[in-house]
């Protein structure tokens, strides 16, 4: 079973950034999927980014050009860089990561942007 810890949330201004990092642990073979989602006050979970087994990378369209995921195969580990941020993108960041055998969330780390 996948296990997963995210960290580097936090408060910044608009136009600020931050880097989230998703540190994956367990029985981890073939990831095929490995995302942000994020969830602010009142709304549904969205897809922020996400990174597949071959490379392609995929954005919301309110984060392209912004937003930066990365994976790192050898920890396993996925990033978010998030630059440009806007109050908009406040909300709960939650990693999700895919095996053919599970998938994974973490706990949410929370982002706010202040104006």
């Known amino acids: 079973q996948v296990q997963l810890v995210e960290s580097g949330g936090g408060l910044v201004q608009a136009g600020g950034s931050l880097r989230l990092s998703c540190a994956a642990s367990?029985?981890?073979?073939?990831?095929?999927?490995m995302g942000w989602y994020r969830q602010a006050p009142g709304k549904e979970r969205e897809l922020v980014a996400v990174?597949?087994?071959?490379?392609?990378?995929d954005y919301a369209a309110s984060v392209k050009g912004r937003f930066t995921i990365a994976r790192d195969n050898a920890k396993p580990m996925v990033n978010l860089q998030m630059n440009s941020l806007k109050p908009e993108d406040t909300g709960v960041y939650f990693c999700?990561?895919?095996?053919?055998?599970?998938?994974?969330w973490g706990q949410g780390t929370q982002v706010t942007v202040s104006s």
């Open positions: 367990g029985s981890i073979r073939n990831i095929n999927f």
């Open positions: 990174i597949r087994s071959g490379g392609r990378t």
């Open positions: 999700n990561i895919r095996t053919p055998w599970d998938n994974g």
